[in-house]
């Protein structure tokens, strides 16, 4: 029988040289596909946003939606490590609501950890967030709520100075009590080293394969997301086609009066 991952099986496969498996889910009947298969970690990302909702981008997600989905997957129960994002403007403003905020994901979402996004300029925020006991996992690298600052979502750490400009911010995720770090749209080598340099797990996304582990959106790699295809995703599937023809056989059969039959009904 599976066990229920903790913080410390992840340590131990980072130890071990055993990779994380991680992906994004954010409704009950996802979760238990994927919690049966056996998955180490599940993301409640604020990218719910885009591949759920409809929006252009992670910015306009409330604490409101994070607590909704992430309480859809604790319905579940899954032996999955569950983490949530801290959604836009939940922990940039002051560490009250960010240690508010956190709080409410693990006691209202039923959340075993959060995620927000930065280095050295929200170390302070994950202290404060892990001296609650909180667990924290960061997100370095291409940060999706600073798409705008960063010009659209670009790779980071290209160049020599933005290279050590990540690597100590993944030094100061780890320095203030990150229990592990996602690495988003990096040059495999600078992941490679980040991966060498810590002793806290890296969870890559566009990042290479040296990480400790790799996380996806589920969308993305079940092909239901036609608003963009990041060259980083592999599809595994291409559900798009047959959800569509299973929708246009069912219009097809109430048009024609073939569905429902007679025993679709009651007596």
């Known amino acids: 029988m599976q066990k229920q991952k903790t913080i410390l099986d992840f340590q131990r496969m ?6 994380i498996a991680v992906l994004t ?19 409640v990302g604020d990218s719910v946003g885009v591949v759920v ?5 992670t910015l306009p997600v409330t604490m409101e939606d994070m607590i909704y989905h992430t309480r859809a997957v604790m319905r579940v129960r899954p032996k999955a490590f569950v983490v949530a994002d801290l959604p836009f403007l939940s922990y940039q403003t002051d560490l009250k609501s960010a ?15 959060v995620k927000l996004e930065g280095g050295v300029n929200v170390a302070e ?6 001296d609650m006991d909180v667990p924290v ?30 690597m100590a911010d993944a030094l100061a995720v780890e320095r203030a009590g990150a229990f592990a770090v996602v690495l988003e749209g990096i040059p495999m080598s600078l992941a490679q080293k980040i991966t060498a340099e810590l002793t806290i797990p890296t969870i890559g996304i566009g990042a290479g394969p040296h990480c400790d582990g790799q996380v996806l959106v589920i969308h993305d790699i079940l092909g239901l997301c036609s608003k963009y295809s990041p060259k980083f995703v592999k599809r595994y599937a291409e559900l798009a086609p047959l959800i569509g023809e299973a929708c246009s056989n069912y219009i097809a059969e109430v048009k024609g009066g073939t569905f429902p039959e007679e025993r679709h009904g009651f007596k």
Do not use: W
């Open 14 to 19: 980072k130890a071990e040289g055993e990779k």
């Open 137 to 166: 996992m960061g997100h370095i690298g291409l940060t999706p709520q600073s798409l705008h600052r960063m010009g659209g979502f670009k790779v980071q750490g290209k160049g020599e100075e933005q290279a050590e400009k990540l």
């Open 53 to 57: 909702a409809g929006y252009d981008n």
């Open 125 to 130: 925020t994950i202290s404060a967030i892990t």
């Open 99 to 113: 240690r508010l905020n956190a709080g409410l994901l693990v006691k209202d979402g039923g959340a075993a950890a």
């Open 25 to 43: 889910s954010y409704d009950f009947p996802m979760t238990g596909i994927m919690d049966a298969c056996g998955i180490d970690m599940i993301l």
